[in-house]
C-alpha cells in the first residue's frame, strides 16, 4: 500500500483508508461482530494503517470493535475517533464543553485499548462552544499525552482558521466524492494554505458511486440511506446519469466506478487520503486497488468535462442534519 502524509503534520498513513461507521452503525442489519473484526484485521493485513470510528457510531460499540480488531497491531495504525455529537434517543446532539471533551476522550481511551488517541476530530462545530475553547482543550489533551493529532470534521474556512491559531490541526475530514464537491470552494484551498491533510469521507457517495445502487434498490430499516433526500427514488433515477459517466470510462481503463472514484480523489491533491467504508472484503480488496490507478491529466480532463455538465439532484442531508455542518 502506497502511504501519504496528512498536510504539513509528519502523520503518515496509508493512501486509502477505512471508514468504519458502517460496520454496525447507519446501515441497517449489521454484520456479525465476529465477521467485521475479521475484516477490520483484513484491511490491516492489506496495508491499511488508517482507521476511522467515533464515540456516536453505535453509540460506542463501533469505538470498541475497532479497539478489539486492532489491540495486537496500534503501534502500527492510526486509529481516528470523534467527540462533540452524541445520540440520545435517536437525536444527534451537538455539545463540545471542554469538560465533555475530556470525558469523551477518557472514554474513547478505554473502548479503543490506547494510551493516546492518534487522531482526534470534533465531530460537528458547536456554536455553543467557541472553537478556541475546543482547540484549547484538544492542546492541553496533547500536552498530557492522550492525543497526538486535532481534526475538525465537516467545518468551514473559517472555523479552521481560528481553531489553527491555537492549536495546529492536521486534518480535516469533510464528504466529498465526484458527486459532492462543495469543499473545493474555501476548504480545500484553507487546507493547501496551512498545510493541513484532508480526509473524504463518503469518497463513493455512501455506495452511490458503486454503480451497485439504482431507483429498484430497497434500504432495510436501520440505513440512513433511506432519509437521505439523494437517494429518493427520483433523485436516483436522475443521479444515475453520473455513475453511468464513471462506468463507461472505467471500462477503457479495465477498472471499476468505484476504483475511478477513488482514484480521481487521490489525483486532486497528495495530501487527501479518502475512507470508503465496506463490510465486504471482495469490496475492501477492490476499493484499495484504486490506490494503483493512475489518472492522467487528460484522464481528468474528461471525467471534469463529463461530470461538470451534470447536477446531483437532492440534498445529501435532511435539512435539520444539514444545519449541524459548517461548511
Known amino acids: 500500500m502506497k502511504m501519504r502524509v496528512l498536510g504539513s503534520s509528519g502523520l503518515e498513513v496509508s493512501s486509502i483508508g477505512l471508514g468504519c461507521m458502517g460496520l454496525n452503525h447507519h446501515r441497517g442489519n449489521a454484520a456479525s461482530r465476529a465477521e467485521m473484526i475479521a475484516l477490520v484485521r483484513s484491511a490491516a493485513d492489506l496495508g491499511v494503517t488508517f482507521f476511522d470510528t467515533a464515540q456516536v457510531y453505535g453509540p460506542f460499540t463501533n469505538e470498541e470493535l475497532v479497539g478489539q480488531a486492532l489491540a495486537s497491531m496500534s503501534d502500527r495504525v492510526v486509529i481516528s475517533t470523534k467527540f462533540g455529537l452524541t445520540d440520545e434517543n435517536g ?115 455512501r455506495g452511490f458511486l458503486t454503480g451497485t445502487i439504482d431507483e429498484l434498490t430497497e434500504f432495510v430499516a436501520g440505513d440512513n440511506r433511506r432519509d437521505n433526500p439523494q437517494f429518493a427514488v427520483e433523485a436516483r433515477r436522475a443521479n444515475r446519469a453520473i455513475v453511468d459517466v464513471l462506468t463507461s470510462f472505467a471500462i477503457d481503463k479495465g477498472a471499476t466506478s468505484a476504483q475511478v472514484a477513488l482514484a480521481w480523489l487521490l489525483a486532486r491533491k497528495p495530501w487527501i487520503v479518502p475512507i470508503p467504508g465496506t463490510t465486504k472484503l471482495r469490496r475492501l480488496e477492490e476499493n484499495l486497488r484504486a490506490a494503483d490507478l493512475t489518472l492522467s491529466g487528460d484522464d481528468l480532463t474528461v471525467i471534469e468535462t463529463a461530470i461538470s455538465e451534470m447536477e446531483v439532484v437532492g440534498e445529501r442531508y435532511p435539512e435539520l442534519q444539514e444545519r449541524m455542518t459548517g461548511i
Open 91 to 205: 437525536n444527534s446532539t451537538l455539545s463540545s464543553r471542554p469538560d465533555l471533551i475530556r470525558l469523551s476522550v477518557e472514554g474513547s481511551l478505554m473502548r479503543l485499548g490506547v494510551d493516546a488517541i492518534d487522531l482526534l476530530y470534533q465531530h460537528r462545530v458547536d456554536p455553543k462552544t467557541p472553537i478556541e475553547d475546543v482547540a484549547g482543550t484538544v492542546k492541553e489533551l496533547i500536552a498530557e499525552g492522550k492525543v497526538r493529532h486535532f481534526g475538525l470534521s465537516e467545518a468551514g474556512a473559517t472555523t479552521i482558521r481560528r481553531a489553527h491559531s491555537v492549536q495546529p490541526v492536521t486534518a480535516i475530514q469533510s464528504e466529498y466524492s465526484l458527486w459532492y464537491r462543495k469543499p473545493e470552494q474555501d476548504v480545500i484551498p484553507t487546507c493547501e494554505q496551512l498545510g493541513i491533510g484532508f480526509v473524504p469521507f463518503s469518497p463513493l457517495g
